[in-house]
């Protein structure tokens, strides 16, 4: 490990936090994964040569607890830990999906990134906030999702501006479509539902979103991709996407 930069990656029990981890270790890293779900990281730890900690960022004493675990200076975080609740028309609000989105999306990413900055700037460093294209536009029924996505925009841009001059970068990478466990959990495990959000067109994967992020994270130390904007050729806004026409 003492020889590897060393990367920590939130939501890594699946999806986008996986398959970066995944790609980090290939790319030379040392990764330290974090998620709720114990029994991923550890077996996917296990298979990078990595370690795993429990994290659930919507816990400030968790968070605590596992940045307390990652040493003293790192080089890369991928802030991944987030989510959708539900898809109902702002009259339908649930408080408590909202709060949850809020608390995962937003205040986790601030913990998350407020506990692990001082060791980021022990040297050269870099954080990843894997937004969404719902923070850059919005659309019907998604007033929630929209409003923590551009609230994690908003976060990542301040944080560019106060960091400017130390040897941080920020990169804000935002996909649109992507298949993975995102519409199941926004769905509450219906998966029929979820697998229709994709029909007839060609999605992102999650190996798709990890490659950018390795890309941005290994670039020559004076060049910082601010924003990465990503969908698929068949998506042209977030609702708005040609399906059955094969791309």
């Not at 607890?65 to 975080?77: S, Y």
């Not at 301040?158 to 990478?173: M, S």
């Not at 994709?198 to 991709?225: E, I, K, Q």
Request: hydrophobic share 45%.
């Amino acid at each position: 490990m003492s020889e590897k930069k060393i990367a920590v990656v939130t939501g890594a029990s699946s999806g986008i936090g996986a398959a970066t981890a995944r790609q980090l270790a290939t790319a030379g890293f040392y990764v330290i994964l974090g998620a709720r779900r114990e029994d991923r990281i550890n077996a996917l730890a296990e298979e990078l040569g990595g370690a795993a900690h429990v994290l659930d960022v919507a816990d400030t004493a968790s968070v605590e607890a596992f940045c307390a675990t990652v040493p003293d200076a790192i080089h890369v975080l991928v802030n991944n830990a987030g989510g959708a609740i539900g898809l109902e028309p702002l009259v339908q609000a649930r408080d408590e999906d909202w709060l949850q989105m809020y608390q995962t999306n937003v205040l986790g990413l601030m913990r998350v990134t407020r506990a692990l900055l001082p060791k980021l700037q022990n040297g050269k460093g870099h954080i990843v906030n894997i937004t969404s294209v719902a923070g850059r536009e919005t659309y019907p029924n998604g007033a929630g999702y929209c409003a923590v996505k551009h609230a994690a925009r908003a976060v990542t841009e301040t944080l560019r501006l106060e960091l400017n001059g130390t040897p941080v970068r920020i990169t804000d990478v935002a996909p649109g479509m992507v298949e993975t466990e995102f519409s199941e959990v926004r769905f509450f495990g219906d998966k029929e539902r979820a697998a229709k959000v994709y029909d007839g067109l060609t999605p992102l994967t999650a190996d798709d979103v990890a490659d950018v992020v390795v890309f941005a994270v290994t670039r020559p130390w004076h060049v910082n991709l601010d924003e990465i904007v990503m969908k698929p050729v068949a998506q042209a806004r977030a609702t708005i996407a040609a399906r059955g026409v094969g791309l």
